[in-house]
């Protein structure tokens, strides 16, 4: 099967050798005055972000200064790293750390393999109409707010009214309260997020999936693969570059929770397991007034996806050579 697939993936790379080269790297004036038109269109782009990503940036001081209602963001007095070290102190931190990592890390690893898997199944499905119905359902939970979501779990899930909890019932398990019990927030967290986001988060994949040149498949087919030889040498191998840059852009926000969701699902009997950074800093900050201290908190958060975003990349580049940078 190898030879025939081989050479089909080898003219691609033939043509591309016989491409014009590039023009040689302007500078950023020349390059503006060249391509204005680009330039012209990217500028709200670039705007929004400016404003609404990086003016904000400058209230990151107050993670350093001892806030003043009547000073302002600049006119407190400095306070260096006290509200950091006192954070470290806390008997929150781990507690926190490992709540956000457990959440985080689980819903990467499912929330990242499931699209995959996703996109690889409808792309299989013969016929426009039944891909597009397939497509059209796994897209729709996409567009149901967080706090409809959230309704439907405590409806579903209500320990004595719920129609899960009614169906475990039937089978003898009476009592179960999945929101309130510690080991099920974290299943119950990630798999209605994943079956809310998959379909969605897939779409990536499929396209992808639709530019891989038919004659791979030809070629396959001519040396007998079958199905699932196909998604193994064919698919898998042309949607490798859009997996690891979705995997570098995710783990640049790894600690990002969703606050919202967590935030609507928490209660007194899963807070052990429920509470974390974005959650906590919410209440230090906004229901307790501590704003410098809960800067320092998100700023320590946002450090740490910086540094998990630049690993990854690194890793990524060393690996793959498939690199944001």
């Known amino acids: 099967m190898t030879e025939s697939l081989v050479a089909a993936r080898?003219?691609?790379?033939?043509?591309?050798?016989?491409?014009?080269?590039?023009?040689?790297?302007?500078?950023?004036?020349?390059?503006?005055?060249?391509?204005?038109?680009?330039?012209?269109?990217?500028?709200?782009?670039?705007?929004?972000?400016?404003?609404?990503?990086y003016v904000p940036?400058?209230?990151?001081?107050?993670?350093?200064?001892e806030f003043d209602f009547t000073a302002g963001l600049t006119g407190g007095e400095w306070a260096g790293l006290k509200y950091f070290r006192q954070f470290f102190d806390s008997p929150m931190f781990w507690p926190l750390l490992q709540n956000t990592f457990v959440i985080s890390i689980t819903t990467l690893v499912v929330g990242f393999v499931a699209p995959i898997l996703l996109a690889l199944m409808i792309n299989q499905i013969a016929g426009g109409r039944r891909k597009k119905l397939m497509q059209?359902?796994?897209?729709?939970?996409?567009?149901?707010?967080?706090?409809v979501i959230v309704g439907m779990l405590q409806a579903f899930l209500n320990p004595s009214t719920g129609l899960l909890t009614q169906v475990l019932a039937f089978f003898g398990l009476d009592g179960v309260?999945?929101?309130?019990?510690?080991?099920?927030?974290?299943?119950?967290y990630v798999i209605s997020d994943v079956w809310q986001h998959c379909g969605w988060n897939?779409?990536?994949y499929l396209a992808a999936?639709?530019?891989?040149?038919?004659?791979?498949?030809?070629?396959?087919k001519v040396d007998g693969a079958n199905r699932l030889q196909l998604i193994r040498h064919v698919d898998v191998p042309s949607i490798v570059p859009t997996m690891v840059i979705l995997l570098i852009l995710t783990m640049g926000g790894v600690l990002n929770t969703g606050f919202e969701k967590v935030w609507l699902m928490q209660n007194t009997l899963n807070l052990p397991v429920s509470e974390v950074i974005a959650t906590y800093v919410y209440k230090i900050g906004i229901l307790s007034t501590q704003f410098s201290y809960a800067t320092a908190i998100g700023l320590f958060n946002t450090a740490i996806n910086f540094v998990f975003l630049i690993a990854a990349n690194a890793i990524a580049r060393r690996v793959s050579n498939w690199s944001l940078w």
């Not at 940036?57 to 200064?65: E, P, S, V």
């Not at 891989?212 to 070629?219: C, R, T």
């Open 10 to 53: 080898k003219k691609p790379a033939a043509v591309a050798q016989r491409r014009p080269r590039r023009d040689p790297r302007l500078g950023l004036g020349r390059h503006v005055s060249r391509y204005w038109q680009l330039w012209l269109m990217v500028l709200p782009a670039v705007g929004f972000v400016g404003l609404f990503m």
């Open 57 to 65: 940036m400058y209230g990151i001081q107050l993670a350093f200064r």
């Open 136 to 147: 059209t359902a796994t897209y729709l939970p996409h567009f149901i707010s967080i706090v």
């Open 177 to 188: 309260n999945l929101l309130g019990d510690t080991s099920a927030f974290v299943p119950v």
């Open 202 to 204: 897939s779409i990536i």
């Open 209 to 220: 999936l639709s530019r891989v040149d038919p004659q791979l498949y030809e070629a396959a």
